[in-house]
C-alpha cells in the first residue's frame, strides 16, 4: 500500500475480472463470451463509424441508441439510459440510487462486483443465502434495506425467477430501488422491463457483451422510469460526458437492428447448452438448470478444483470458484459445437483416468 492512499482505497478488495490466458490451441471457456462474432453489418457499422468524424467528441446522450433501444422493449427514449457497459450502469446505481444507513441487499451467491462497489462508495450490505437449490429466496428481500439488487438469470447459477416473484419483491420495497441486472436473460429468460411502467422502482439493466456478442465494444444501459434515468444521467453528467464512443454507439445500434443475426447466435448456445447439459449428466455431473449462457455444474466423485487444473493441462479453462458453498462446482461456458465436443470428450478422458480424486 501507498501512504497516498486514502482509507477507503487501503481498504478495498478489488474485483478479479475473469482470467484472459495467452495459450495455443485454447478452448476459453471461462468469462461467458459469445461462441460466435457479431453479424457483418455490424463490424462494418463500425468501420464506417472509423472515419474522420473520430476528431469530433460522440453524441454524449446516445440519442440515437436511446432510440432503438426504446424501439426494441416498448419504451420511451427518456426510460433508457447507455453507458460503457454495465458494469459502468451499476456503479452509478450503487453511487447515486442506494440509501446508505441501511444495508443493499443482494444474494450470497452472486455477480462478486456487488460488494466491491458497496466498498468502494461506503455502502453497507447484507447477503440473502440461497436455498438448497440455488434458487433465490424471495422472502429474504424485505424491508429494511438501501436497496434490492440480483442478477437474473443469476451468476453464476444459471437459475431465473420468475416475473411474478420479481414483482413479490417490488412491491414489498416501494421506498427503495430494485435492480434485476440482466446480463443473461436473452438465453431464455423473460425481461423484467415490462413492469417497468407498473412500478417506479425498479431498474433493469442489461449488455451487449452477451447475446448480442460484443463484449469488446462495452455497451450497457439501464431501464426504467424516467425520474430514475434523470438520477443516473446527473451522476454520469458529474464524472464523465461522453461515456460511449462513436464506434460504440455505431455498433450497438447496428446490433439491435441485426435482429436475424441476434436470434440465430440466440437459438445456437441454448442448442449448445442442451446438449452440454446431457453430456454432462451423461458422465455422473449435477448440473444447475441455466438460463444463461453457461452450465453450473459438479461432479459427486471428483472436486470442482481438480476438474478445473485437469482441463487446463488439456488447455480448455472454465471458471472454478474457491468460495463456501460452491467450491465443488465449476461454470462452463457455452462454446461452439466443436468447443462442446472438446470440452465432454476431455472430461470423459478425466473421469475414467483413475487419477483424479474428491
Same mark, same amino acid.
Given at each position: ?117 458497496? =466498498? ?107 425520474? /430514475? ?81 485437469? /482441463? ?24 461452439? =459445437? ?15 483416468? =483413475?487419477?483424479?480424486?474428491?
Amino acid at each position: 500500500m501507498s501512504r497516498f492512499w486514502n482509507e477507503r482505497l487501503q481498504q478495498l478488495t478489488p474485483y478479479v475480472p475473469g482470467e484472459q490466458p495467452q495459450m495455443t490451441n485454447l478452448v476459453k471457456l471461462n468469462t461467458n463470451e459469445h461462441p460466435f462474432g457479431p453479424g457483418e453489418a455490424v463490424t462494418q457499422a463500425i468501420r464506417e463509424a472509423a472515419d474522420e468524424r473520430l476528431r469530433l467528441y460522440p453524441d454524449p446522450d446516445a440519442t440515437q441508441l436511446r432510440q432503438v433501444i426504446a424501439d426494441w422493449f416498448g419504451l420511451e427514449a427518456s426510460q433508457v439510459f447507455p453507458a460503457n457497459g454495465s458494469d459502468e450502469v451499476l456503479a452509478f446505481i450503487f453511487q447515486g440510487l442506494f440509501q446508505s444507513g441501511e444495508p443493499v441487499l443482494f444474494p450470497d451467491i452472486s455477480y462478486s462486483f456487488y460488494p466491491v462497489y458497496c =466498498g468502494l462508495y461506503g455502502l453497507e450490505s447484507r447477503t440473502v443465502a440461497l436455498d438448497e437449490q440455488l434458487r433465490i429466496p424471495v422472502e429474504g428481500f424485505q424491508p429494511p434495506n438501501g436497496g434490492v439488487i440480483f442478477p437474473n438469470p443469476n451468476a453464476p447459477t444459471g437459475r431465473f425467477l420468475d416475473l411474478e416473484s420479481i414483482e413479490r419483491i417490488l412491491v414489498a420495497n416501494p421506498d427503495r430501488v430494485v435492480v434485476i441486472d440482466e446480463a443473461y436473460v436473452d438465453f431464455g429468460g423473460e425481461s423484467a422491463a415490462r413492469l417497468i411502467p407498473d412500478h417506479p422502482n425498479l431498474l433493469v439493466t442489461q449488455t451487449l457483451s452477451k447475446s448480442r456478442s460484443l463484449a469488446g465494444l462495452r455497451v450497457g444501459y439501464a431501464m426504467g422510469q424516467q425520474h /430514475l434515468i434523470e438520477g443516473l444521467e446527473r451522476i454520469k453528467n458529474s464524472f464523465n460526458s461522453y461515456t460511449l464512443d462513436r464506434l460504440a454507439q455505431a455498433g450497438a445500434i447496428a446490433a439491435f437492428r441485426d435482429e436475424a443475426g441476434f436470434r440465430a447466435g440466440q437459438q445456437a448456445v441454448i442448442e449448445q447448452r442442451e446438449r452440454l447439459n446431457a453430456g454432462l449428466e451423461a458422465l455422473g455431473f449435477e448440473v444447475v438448470p441455466s438460463r444463461a449462457n453457461f452450465v453450473f455444474c459438479r461432479h459427486p466423485a471428483v472436486s470442482g478444483a481438480e476438474l478445473a487444473a485437469q /482441463l487446463r493441462e488439456r488447455h480448455i479453462i472454465v471458471r472454478h470458484f474457491d468460495k463456501p458453498r460452491i467450491e465443488q462446482y465449476l461454470r462452463i461456458t457455452i462454446g461452439t =459445437g466443436d468447443e462442446m465436443t472438446a470440452l465432454l470428450t476431455a472430461l470423459d478422458d478425466i473421469l475414467n483416468s =483413475g487419477e483424479v480424486t474428491a
